[in-house]
């Protein structure tokens, strides 16, 4: 058994424990060269273990390993690959919290520095029945310069160039979808500027720099 399809498994029930996706819902995916190791169908992410995993290619969409079904939302998955070589993770969560926020017709705008340092790229799709192939090209056409998307009536999906950017993703559109509804029970929301944005960028792309510089 490979160490992706274990760590896989690992990161399904951190997001059941999260609070992220009850019941058999949500799928997570992860790519190990030509092949995609994927949840199940039907399975909770709070049991997921290795061995559970199914193997697909990502090529043809055949399973090639593994003793289960693959999640209907297998399209999805394989089409954002497609569309970014630099992604290695993608989960997509039933967030109870982001996915009413979205659902209520209401952006998830920044109010806090970790919502534009750790989510990337943030898109939102309409909705779209699940499973269908209009859902996977809808995805796959916002993930090609977005790294956090939500789906109304849905739920989030997060990519990442390891599985646990895709799961640090996942957990931040959560909360920021929790402290905008805290705020707005409470008093008005207070957003950032699009200067205060910009200067957020600015610093994290200078820390980019820097982390480069340090490597070479």
């Known amino acids: 058994m490979t160490v992706i399809r274990q760590e896989l498994a690992e990161y399904g029930r951190k997001i059941g424990a999260a609070g992220l996706s009850a019941g058999a819902g949500g799928n997570i995916s992860a790519r190990d ?37 693959p999640t209907s939302e297998l399209p999805m998955h394989l089409a954002i690959y497609r569309v970014r070589p630099d992604i290695q993770a993608i989960f997509h969560t039933h967030s109870p919290w982001a996915s009413g926020v979205i659902s209520a017709g209401i952006d998830v705008r920044p109010m806090f520095a970790e919502v534009i340092n750790d989510l990337g790229g943030i898109a939102t799709v309409p909705y779209v029945r ?61 957003f950032l500027t699009e200067q205060q944005i910009r200067e957020l960028k600015s610093l994290e792309s200078g820390r980019h720099r820097l982390r480069m510089m340090e490597r070479n």
């Open 33 to 69: 060269g030509r092949i995609i190791w994927v949840k199940p169908s039907g399975l909770a992410m709070s049991d997921l273990k290795g061995p559970d995993m199914c193997g697909v290619d990502l090529a043809s969409g055949r399973l090639i390993e593994g003793r289960f079904k």
């Open 130 to 190: 699940t499973g269908s192939n209009e859902l996977a090209e809808s995805v796959a056409a916002a993930a090609k310069e977005n790294e956090t998307i939500f789906m109304v009536n849905h739920g989030v999906v997060t990519l990442g160039k390891t599985m646990k950017q895709a799961f640090f993703r996942a957990c931040v559109a959560e909360d920021a979808a929790k402290s905008f509804v805290a705020a707005s029970i409470v008093g008005k929301p207070a």
